[in-house]
């Protein structure tokens, strides 16, 4: 092969992986969950910093971070009482970890819903914005099953607390949302 060719097929290589990590997904991801994301999810608006922030101010969204949490240390004892380590997130944001994963036991899938249910008001109109760090498919699966749940008005925030925090936004401690040992659960 030539310098031109080789040029040629790797700049092709390029531009093939480019559009895999770019294209829309219409299916959970299933594993390495910290990877470039698509840039909308189906059914869903993709917004900016800038628009979480204004929508922010008006007080409308419900704030969804559904970065992971360690699961609950398998030794301790189980009337003892465990809290994992404090998530840093957008003020004002709740906590549901573990929800992202591609696919929910019944239990998580449950706490998920309810949660949602719950901080709607059982209002699927409401505006909800998932997000979790950027590049990270955990907020993608959870805006897409809130989607396929029946919400209306679901946000996609790929760029997640790391980007509000790159924007100069301050981040809070939080912990999760109900029952730690639910939240905390296996996917």
């Not at 080789?6 to 829309?24: D, E």
């Amino acid at each position: 092969m030539t310098r031109p060719t080789i040029a040629a097929a790797l700049v092709a290589v390029a531009m093939v992986l480019s559009a895999v990590n770019t294209a829309a997904a219409v299916d959970y991801r299933m594993s390495d969950y910290r990877a470039p994301t698509p840039e909308t999810v189906p059914g869903a608006v993709t917004v900016t910093t800038a628009q979480v922030e204004a929508m922010a101010r008006s007080g409308e969204p419900i704030l969804i971070d559904v970065y992971p949490a360690p699961p609950r240390p398998a030794a301790m004892p189980a009337d003892s009482i465990w809290l994992p380590k404090a998530r840093r997130t957008l003020r004002g944001a709740v906590w549901l970890p573990n929800v992202g994963y591609g696919a929910l036991s019944a239990d998580m899938e449950r706490y998920f819903l309810d949660n949602l249910e719950r901080l709607t008001g059982g209002d699927r109109g409401r505006v909800v914005v998932f997000f979790c760090e950027p590049e990270c498919w955990m907020s993608w699966n959870a805006a897409l099953r809130a989607v396929e749940h029946g919400y209306t008005d679901v946000r996609y925030y790929p760029e997640g607390a790391g980007g509000w925090a790159a924007a100069g936004h301050p981040l809070e401690d939080v912990q999760p949302e109900g029952d730690a040992d639910a939240a905390t659960g296996k996917p």
